[in-house]
């Protein structure tokens, strides 16, 4: 489902394995459940507090009740979403979660990997994300363009995958930190 919703998904085996593995520079949230091979979510939790994680987590869980949501909750958890998935509350949770870890960034992860995936991008994707940018809808595009609106979707869901981001604001301040940040260093190379 999130991976539908354009998000970058990297999944873990088990805890052990997202330890070894999570890269907390990357902007993003955590959802973990209660029950897990080898380590609770709980457990995990008590772990990555003691280590000063904070990327946000949210829970998501067929065997939770209240008093473990409040603790979850207490002890620094973002969300506490029971199974089965309800789209209509766990997408919105998932966004804010990733929007609560880009605002304590200050409004923006690393540049240089913001720059990375900015050149990741083909220049049919650039020109498209950057119109998306700007307010403009999918078939304003392929008005624009002269293509179609199917094609500007493939485009636009490739840019904004490879760029980790949804929303029209969130790609113009990405363009504007990526032109102010290449205006600055335009004799250097990177």
Partial sequence: MLKCEGYDVISFADPKAFLAGDMPSRLGCVILDVRMPGMSGLELQEILTGRAYECPIIFLTAHGDIDMAVQTMRDGACDFQQKPIKP?????????????DRARRGGATNLLDELKRFRSLSEREKEIAEKVAQGFTSQQIAEQLGISKRTVDHYRMAALTKIELRTPAELAGFFERIRVFLAAHESQTF
């Fill in 88 to 100: 209509d509350t766990f997408l919105p949770a998932v966004s804010r979660a990733i929007e609560k």
